[in-house]
Nanobody, 124 residues
Framework: VQLVESGGGLVLAGHSLRLSCAAS????????MGWYRQAPGKQRELVAT????????NYADSVKGRFTISRDNAKNTMYLQMNSLKPEDTAVYYC??????????????????WGQGTQVTVSS
C-alpha cells in the first residue's frame, strides 16, 4: 500500500484546510485509515480514524467539533477537513492505513503503512 498526502500549507488562525490521502496498491484489505500529527519536539499523536466497514470515526478531544474525517472508497482517498484552525494545530500530518489479512494457517496479520507527511502551519 502506498499513501500520498496533500493539502497542507500555511494558514491564519481561524481558517480552514482540507488534507487528502490517496491510497494505492493492495487497498482492498485496508480495515482502517487515520490521520496522525507530530509537532516539533513532541510525540506523534492520533488526530482521527475511520473504519473501512461501517465508517465509524474516532477523534482526539483536541479536534472534536473542528475536524472531520471522511473517505471516498471509489477513489481510495481519505480526507481531513480542518476548520477553526489554531496555532497549536501546527504539525506534520501523517496518513496511516491498517491492512488486515489472514495468512496460511489462519494466522491473522496486521500491517501498518504511513505516508510521507504534509506540513500544516497555523499562524496567529
Amino acid at each position: 500500500v502506498q499513501l500520498v498526502e496533500s493539502g497542507g500549507g500555511l494558514v491564519l488562525a481561524g481558517h480552514s484546510l482540507r488534507l487528502s490521502c490517496a491510497a494505492s496498491g493492495n487497498t482492498f484489505t485496508i480495515t482502517e485509515m487515520g490521520w496522525y500529527r507530530q509537532a516539533p519536539g513532541k510525540q506523534r499523536e492520533l488526530v482521527a480514524t475511520i473504519t473501512s466497514g461501517d465508517g465509524s470515526t474516532n477523534y482526539a478531544d483536541s479536534v472534536k467539533g473542528r475536524f472531520t474525517i471522511s473517505r471516498d472508497n471509489a477513489k481510495n482517498t481519505m480526507y481531513l477537513q480542518m476548520n477553526s484552525l489554531k496555532p497549536e494545530d501546527t504539525a506534520v500530518y501523517y496518513c496511516k492505513a491498517v491492512r488486515s489479512t489472514v495468512e496460511v494457517g489462519g494466522i491473522h496479520m496486521q500491517y501498518d503503512y504511513w505516508g510521507q507527511g504534509t506540513q500544516v502551519t497555523v499562524s496567529s
